[in-house]
């Protein structure tokens, strides 16, 4: 099984703070990366995609890495960006970080 | 724009079997893609469960794979998944979403989400 590590667990932040999350895989998944935003009682949105490629989502977020390291940043952290945030590998099978809150500082 | 919707019983008993069906509007689960599965117990993270292409192929996670079944009904624009042998550990919320062209891909529409308990 691919394992996936978010870091951290938790952030605390600001409005119009820059917000960087990490990802790292158990082995190597390529780019074959997703991320996704989740507020309480939602499903999941799809952020990004194949690491870095947006879904026409504010341009505020975007994604790097290949391998087994990768970011999701958020420039300029508006209210609405306060969530929960999970990145998931589709390289074999498919599995998903424990997630990471964004909360209010 | 593309809508999924699941539906089924909140409420199954353990040792049972859990179904739930996805009903997707707005695009023909016969065109192309891949249709899946995601399940998340109260409070807790994402696991993925599996999916089917509108011809019937499958594709499981491996800690699930000999409880699943996923299928498909074209006619009905439906997809279903059903989860044998149930135990409170299977208490979550069922996604349905729609993947990708791959069996493990990014999962770009989703459900609302269906809350299935299991308990007697």
Redesign the interface.
């Known amino acids: 099984d691919i394992q996936m590590t978010q870091s951290p667990s938790t952030l605390s932040a600001s409005v119009g703070d820059r917000v960087t999350i990490t990802c790292r895989a158990s082995q190597n998944i390529n780019s074959w990366l997703a991320w996704y935003q989740q507020k309480p009682g939602k499903a999941p949105k799809l952020l990004i995609y194949k690491a870095s490629l947006q879904t026409g989502v504010p341009s505020r977020f975007s994604g790097s890495g290949s391998g087994t390291e990768f970011t999701l940043t958020i420039n300029s952290l508006q209210p609405d960006d306060f969530a929960t945030y999970y990145c998931q590998q589709y390289n074999t099978y498919s599995t998903f970080g424990q997630g990471t809150k964004v909360e209010i500082k | 724009q593309v809508q999924l919707q699941e539906s089924g019983p909140g409420l199954v008993k353990p040792s049972e079997t859990l179904s739930v069906t996805c009903d997707v509007s707005g695009y023909y689960i016969s065109s192309d893609y891949c249709w899946g599965w995601?399940r998340q117990p109260p409070g807790k993270?994402?696991?993925?469960i599996g999916s089917i292409y509108h011809s019937g192929s499958t594709?499981y996670?491996?800690?699930l794979k000999s409880r699943v079944t996923i299928s498909v009904d074209t006619s009905k624009n439906q997809f279903f998944l059903k989860l044998s042998s149930v135990t409170a550990a299977d208490t979550a919320f069922y996604?349905c979403?729609r993947q990708?062209e791959?069996g493990?891909?990014?999962?770009?529409y989703?459900?609302?989400?269906i809350l299935v308990t299991v308990s007697s």
Not at chain 2, 45 to 48: N, P, S, V, Y
Not at chain 2, 110 to 113: A, E, I, M, R, Y
């Open positions: 995601v993270g994402l696991e993925w594709y996670n491996p800690s996604y979403a990708g791959s493990y891909d990014r999962l770009e989703w459900g609302q989400g």
